[in-house]
């Protein structure tokens, strides 16, 4: 497929008008071809007035239409494999075997949600029949449905350059729930974005759908992003990224005349906590599998677990042994893009001014953009008083804490802000003590794991990537899995309708056999 940098507003193809840039392959510091084009204000309205235009035929496509839609741009995603991880690799210095996987998932995923939408369970169809005779007063006929939301602005990410990225979780979601998408392609992977945003054109066209299905936009600095949140015609967004980046987009969203919801995932540390016993069983395993999985995509993973708490006793050393052997193991990799390779230089330095001491380093960078693997130790009274250090440090950086007792374990474990995943590890014996833990971690996260490390998300109808602040802005959502289809809808009541005027999915006789609450009673009745 050939790039030619334009930006994809519908059907057309625009460019530049508000400037341009070139990818930047960060292992060599050398530009990539072509330019891709900036667009301005300009065409976020025209794609905003596309995404309108194209709202009502699109949430009132028949299921399988739109079920086709995601089976489409999964199979035009197979079809690029090779060429869309080359590219990708080039742009953001990731191995091509993990970026083929990363194709691979999100296809899957795009297949799962159209599967979700066949099922139509997301309509949560629900039913309170007419009662006429009732006492004091007769009922309505009630019926309630999930509809879209409107036209949904989303920020790629810039760490999963695929499956978080144009056709990654979040367009697969938003399409699913019936929402056109606006698509704000993050600038670290101009080229691997518009590989992805002319299959999903594409397909698109070939399901006999409005153009303002999708678009893709791109600018330099912020306005393209804030005009996005400000433009009347958007009804929400999704964000993956800084605390900072997500929070200003979040509260501007609120500043509308109209506030509509902002989605962020923002940061997450996902603390392991690891218990007596099972430290003294396999200390050594332990500390070895925390520290492969945080050196994952040198460290550049939401999921990432960069904080490890143990009791110091039997165990404690051959965890920390196993630990440092690993980092000290491991060679400088290139990071995403400079920015984020500049903020782990100085975010390494914060922990150390904040006491953190360096107990492992891996090999010097050795390309201009590289990241060093560091280990650091703190004690835990030191934790307590110092809480910058359980800020995140996006990059191959993980630290240790030696903690003094189970109620130390406890208060540092209150301290946390939220979380998208947190894990124990633990023995038989242990289980009274993660018992008390428990409840003070389901209040910091969405994910909590046993005996096993935080883990590129599996994509299923349990999963759940979502935490109170500041893992996510809003708690009650996730942006993985299948429920993630929840963020884009929401529910109509339909009282005294006559059957020709239902939605289909709340006709008497329930055209598509889908579940419903009928009287407080699922059947497919
Ligand atoms: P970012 O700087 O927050 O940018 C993400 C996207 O949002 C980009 O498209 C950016 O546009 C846009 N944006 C950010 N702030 C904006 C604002 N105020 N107004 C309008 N648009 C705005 O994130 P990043 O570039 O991916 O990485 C920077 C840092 O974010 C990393 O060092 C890391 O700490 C954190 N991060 C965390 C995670 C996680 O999952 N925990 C994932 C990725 C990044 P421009 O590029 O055009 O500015």
Redesign the pocket.
């Known amino acids: 497929m050939t790039l030619n940098g334009n930006l994809l507003i519908g059907a057309q193809e625009v460019g530049a008008t508000a400037g341009s840039m070139k990818a930047l392959n960060p292992a060599t510091n050398l530009e990539i071809e072509p330019s891709f084009a900036f667009g301005d204000i300009a065409e976020v309205d025209r794609a905003a007035r596309l995404a309108d235009d194209a709202f009502d035929s699109y949430n009132n496509t028949s299921l399988e239409v739109r079920a086709a839609l995601l089976e489409r741009i999964a199979d035009g995603l197979d079809a690029i494999t090779p060429e869309l991880a080359q590219r990708a690799s080039l742009e953001t210095g990731l191995p091509v075997a993990q970026l083929e996987g990363e194709a691979a998932k999100t296809a899957t995923q795009l297949r799962q949600f159209a599967t979700v939408v066949r099922q139509g369970r997301f309509r949560q169809a629900t039913i309170d029949p007419a009662q006429p005779a009732r006492q004091p007063r007769p009922r309505m006929d009630h019926r309630m449905q999930k509809i879209a939301l409107g036209p949904i602005a989303i920020?790629?990410?810039?760490?999963f350059p695929i499956s978080y990225s144009v056709a990654g979780g979040d367009t697969a979601s938003a399409l699913a729930a019936g929402c056109p998408v606006i698509l704000?392609a993050?600038?670290?992977h101009p080229g691997t974005s518009e590989l992805m945003g002319r299959v999903i054109r594409q397909a698109v066209k070939d399901s006999g759908l409005h153009e303002g299905v999708f678009s893709l936009v791109r600018?330099?600095?912020?306005a393209i992003?804030?005009a996005l949140v400000d433009h009347p015609l958007i009804k929400g967004v999704t964000?993956?990224?800084?605390e900072?980046?997500?929070m200003?987009?979040f509260r501007r969203a609120q500043l509308r005349p109209d506030p509509i919801p902002v989605f962020t995932?923002?940061?997450?540390v996902n603390p392991t906590f690891v218990l007596p016993a099972a430290l003294f069983a396999r200390g050594r395993e332990i500390g070895d599998g925390f520290t492969e999985r945080m050196l994952v995509t040198a460290g550049q993973?939401?999921l990432k677990p960069a904080i490890l708490l143990a009791i110091d006793g039997i165990g404690y050393s051959e965890l920390k042994q196993a630990m440092i052997a690993r980092v000290e193991a491991m060679q400088s990799r290139t990071m995403l893009?400079p920015?984020?390779s500049t903020?782990?230089r100085k975010n390494v330095d914060r922990q150390l001014g904040a006491g953190a001491e360096r107990i492992a380093a891996g090999g010097k960078p050795l390309g201009p953009w590289d990241g060093q693997s560091f280990l650091f130790e703190i004690d835990g009274s030191r934790m307590l008083d110092e809480p910058s250090l359980s800020e995140?440090v996006?990059g191959p950086a993980a630290l240790l804490v030696r903690v003094k007792d189970v109620e130390q374990m406890i208060a540092i474990a209150r301290q946390f802000r939220g979380q998208l995943s947190a894990t124990m590890q633990i023995d038989r014996a242990d289980h009274a003590l993660a018992a008390r833990l428990l409840p003070v971690l389901e209040r910091r996260t969405g994910r909590i794991v046993i005996n096993a490390f935080a883990h590129p998300q599996e994509v299923s109808y349990a999963s759940i990537h979502g935490g109170p602040f500041p893992a996510t802005s809003d708690g009650r959502f996730t942006s993985v899995g299948m429920s993630s289809i929840e963020r884009f809808l929401r529910p109509v009541c339909y009282q005294g309708f006559p059957d020709e005027l239902l939605p289909e999915a709340l006709k008497h006789d329930n055209p598509r056999g889908i579940w419903r609450l009928t009287d407080g009673e699922l059947s497919k009745a």
């Open positions: 920020f790629g990410a810039s760490n704000k993050h600038n670290g600018g330099g600095g912020n992003g804030e964000f993956t990224g800084s900072g980046g997500g200003a987009l995932e923002m940061t997450s993973a939401c893009t920015g984020i903020a782990y995140e996006f």
